[in-house]
C-alpha cells in the first residue's frame, strides 16, 4: 500500500482544514487507517484511527470534538476534517495503514502501522 497525504497549508487559528490521504491498491478497504502528527521536536503522537469498515473511530483527547476522520473506500481515501484549529496543532501530519489481523486495541500504537505517507504540514497561526 502506498499513501499519499496532501491538504495541508497555513490557517489561523479556529480555522478549518480538510486532509486527504490517497492510498493505490485494491485491499485498502482492509486496512486500519490513522493519522498522526509531529510537530518540531516532538515526538509522532497519535491523532485519529478508523476501522476498516468506518463503524469505529478514536480520537486524541486533544482533538476530540474538533477533528473528525471518515474514508470512502470506494475511492480508496482517508480524510481529516479538523476544525477550531489551534496553534498547538501545528505539525506534519501523516496517515498510516495498519495490516489486517491486529486488534482495534493497537490502533493508537504507531508503531503497530506498516505503511505511511510523506506526511503533509499543517501549520496554525495565532
Known amino acids: 500500500v502506498q499513501l499519499q497525504a496532501f491538504g495541508g497549508g497555513l490557517v489561523q487559528a479556529g480555522g478549518s482544514l480538510r486532509l486527504s490521504c490517497a492510498a493505490s491498491g485494491r485491499t485498502f478497504r482492509l486496512y486500519h487507517m490513522g493519522w498522526f502528527r509531529q510537530a518540531p521536536g516532538k515526538k509522532r503522537e497519535f491523532v485519529t484511527a478508523?476501522?476498516?469498515?468506518?463503524?469505529?473511530?478514536y480520537y486524541a483527547d486533544s482533538v476530540k470534538g474538533r477533528f473528525t476522520i471518515s474514508r470512502d473506500n470506494g475511492k480508496n481515501t482517508v480524510y481529516l476534517q479538523m476544525n477550531s484549529l489551534e496553534p498547538e496543532d501545528t505539525a506534519v501530519y501523516y496517515c498510516?495503514?495498519?495490516?489486517?489481523?491486529?486488534?482495534?486495541?493497537?490502533?493508537?500504537?504507531?508503531?503497530?502501522?506498516?505503511?505511511w505517507g510523506q506526511g503533509t504540514q499543517v501549520t496554525v497561526s495565532s
Open positions: 498510516a495503514a495498519q495490516s489486517p489481523g491486529r486488534g482495534i486495541a493497537t490502533m493508537k500504537i504507531k508503531d503497530e502501522y506498516d505503511y
Open positions: 478508523i476501522t476498516w469498515s468506518g463503524v469505529t473511530t
